[in-house]
């Protein structure tokens, strides 16, 4: 049996989940840079769980995987220029890790993204080996994901440190 799982699953969970976080910031003082902030940071990683899980394949039976574990996972660190859209996917979670906490830090910023792109890979691994899936671990992936954050966080720290820049606007704390 083969099933798959459109990425249209996640519309009702990000709806509700929108929903949610109005009526939570209803009574809070937060401006409307702030909350562009926080609902485009929801956007945000819905747009990351679509890209990297959906469209999501079930395999039973006789399509279910039959690989040796192991050759699932690439192991080759070599980049070309299709690890350009992995580059830019986690660059904004470091921006948005500066614009939430007071005191953020490169390393931390660096180990955010490396814990959540090895947790990417590894569910992605996981779904495969278990369910049949076509999404495969790859290890440069993780490195690249973290370089694109490493290089979010560079960024929006030097266009931060004018004191007039417009995007103190958009931080969650003074």
Not at 1 to 15: A, E
Request: one cysteine or more.
């Amino acid at each position: 049996m083969q099933l798959t799982v459109s990425g249209f699953i996640l519309i009702p969970f990000f709806l509700l989940t929108g929903l949610y976080i109005m009526r939570m910031t209803r009574n809070k003082s937060f401006t409307m840079y702030q909350k562009i902030t926080i609902y485009s940071f929801v956007f945000y990683c819905f747009s990351v769980l679509y890209l990297t899980f959906f469209p999501f394949q079930i395999q039973t039976g006789i399509y279910a995987n039959q690989t040796p574990w192991l050759s699932l996972i690439n192991f080759d660190p070599v980049l070309d220029f299709s690890a350009l859209p992995n580059l830019l996917m986690l660059l904004p979670l470091s921006v948005y890790y500066f614009l939430f906490k007071k005191n953020a830090t490169f390393v931390r910023a660096v180990l955010l993204s490396f814990f959540v792109s090895l947790g990417i890979e590894c569910f992605q691994f996981l779904t495969n080996y278990f369910l049949g899936g076509w999404r495969g671990a790859d290890v440069a992936d993780i490195v690249v994901n973290t370089m694109g954050a490493a290089l979010g966080y560079l960024l929006v720290k030097t266009v931060l440190t004018s004191e007039t820049s417009l995007l103190h606007k958009f931080k969650l704390y003074s």
